[in-house]
T-cell receptor
Framework: RKEVEQDPGPFNVPEGATVAFNCTYS??????FFWYRQDCRKEPKLLMS???SGNEDGRFTAQLNRASQYISLLIRDSKLSDSATYLC???????????FGQGTTLQVKP | NAGVTQTPKFQVLKTGQSMTLQCAQDMNHNSMYWYRQDPGMGLRLIYY???????DKGEVPNGYNVSRLNKREFSLRLESAAPSQTSVYFCASARGYTDTQYFGPGTRLTVL
């Protein structure tokens, strides 16, 4: 079993749609969690950290369920510019040795 | 600030050749990392340096060496390149272990 698993997609949605991605992780002792965004042939960039209480940043909401060991990302009112690959990232022991999922590709269509 | 810079952007090598990938950051970060990214796989950590003067292996260190030259620079060396090392290589830096990692633009390496 991979340490961090994501559905690779692609998810094809119309503009304005709400879309959700899930990610599961295997190490129950993992300490910190992130969503990164990666545009085609570019470097990953931090989208948001994921906190136990859940957190929101504009149209983006991240949730953490420690009991079930999964992380989610919800995007509301999708824009064309949201088209990218979203990487679920876990820091299992707070050493900075991040574990990346393979990414979920989102295509937002006009 | 340039952030994290990497050179070269692209490189083609023949099997057995050696090369060094350069990475530099101007954010006064303590930690630096080298990852590789292959199709259908997440980024995998090759080596990291928690602070100046220290380096340690990540998930896939075989075939690579690193040098933390100073606080700013962290290089990755392939002594004898193999086709299995064809990949995109990303360098990243962070203030500390639990802080956000910032990535460079990547080096696309092809080994023939």
């Amino acid at each position: 079993r991979k340490e961090v698993e994501q559905d690779p997609g692609p998810f094809n949605v119309p503009e304005g749609a709400t879309v959700a991605f899930n990610c599961t992780y295997s190490n129950s002792a993992s300490q910190s969690f992130f969503w990164y965004r990666q545009d085609c042939r570019k470097e990953p960039k931090l989208l948001m950290s994921v906190y136990s209480s859940g957190n929101e940043d504009g149209r983006f909401t991240a949730q953490l369920n420690r009991a079930s060991q999964y992380i989610s990302l919800l995007i509301r009112d999708s824009k064309l510019s949201d088209s990218a690959t979203y990487l679920c990232v876990v820091n299992p022991s707070n050493t900075g040795k991040l574990i990346f999922g393979q990414g979920t590709t989102l295509q937002v269509k006009p | 600030n340039a952030g994290v810079t990497q050179t070269p952007k692209f490189q083609v090598l023949k099997t057995g050749q050696s090369m060094t990938l350069q990475c530099a950051q101007d954010m006064n970060h303590n930690s630096m990392y080298w990852y590789r990214q292959d199709p259908g796989m997440g980024l995998r950590l090759i080596y990291y340096s928690a602070s100046e003067g220290t380096t340690d292996k990540g998930e896939v260190p075989n075939g690579y060496n690193v040098s933390r030259l100073n606080k700013r620079e962290f290089s990755l060396r392939l002594e004898s390149a193999a086709p299995s090392q064809t990949s995109v290589y990303f360098c990243a830096s962070a203030r500390g272990y639990t802080d956000t990692q910032y990535f460079g633009p990547g080096t696309r390496l092809t080994v023939l």
